[in-house]
Structures are given as structure tokens and as C-alpha cells.
């Protein structure tokens, strides 16, 4: 009995506090949090979903904690999210990530991204 109590203690911790490392850089359908934030992402910049990546994305190390967690990049530009997640049951705007905890997505930086100049030609 003990035994498994431990158990369930540890994977409750685990998806609670896990850091979404092997999230796809692109909309799955199988991960809450990088689908919440690409969703996100195309809502704030009218960019598709389909023109957006993931292309860098932290650990949480506290489930109460705000984070910054995601950088984007599509359409020209890079976009940087912070993750605020809570207990209970997801309000307007929050994506639920398991039965119990939710998280909102908050952009925080959008920077253009430059493209290289042609060389004249010769």
C-alpha cells in the first residue's frame, strides 16, 4: 500500500512539474502546453499556426512560479511567453495542462526578425 501511494506521489509530481522538453516545435494535438502556446501565439500575432515554431522552450522549476517558457519564431518575427499556471480548473484564456492544473500563455517580447541583404549583382 505504501509502495504505491509513492508511486502515484511521484507521477503526480512528474506531470505537474514537468518541463515539456520533448514538445514538438509544431502543433500536435498531444502536448497542452506548446499547443497552448503556438494557439496563443497565432491569436496575438494573426500569424498561422502553421507558420509557427517552437524553437526554444524551458523547464518550470515551481508549479506557483511565472516563467518564461517559450520562444517562437514565424512570420518574420520572434515571440517570447512567459507560462502562469494554477491550481484548478482553467478560467478564460487558460489551456487545462492536466485534471488539475492550468496555464495562461502571456507575451512578453516580439522582436522582427531581419532577413540578409542580397549581395548586388556583379
Known sequence: MQRALVV???LGAVGCFS???AS???RTGRNPRSDGVLDMAASETGCPVSELRIVAETGRRYINET???FVLEGCG???GFVEQCDLGEPGPGA???NDSLACRYLLVSRVPLR??????AP
Open 8 to 10: 502515484a506521489c511521484v
Open 19 to 21: 518541463t515539456g522538453m
Open 24 to 26: 514538438s516545435a509544431q
Open 67 to 69: 516563467a518564461f517558457r
Open 77 to 79: 518575427e520572434r515571440l
Open 95 to 97: 489551456v487545462a495542462v
Open 115 to 120: 532577413t540578409r541583404p542580397t549581395a548586388p
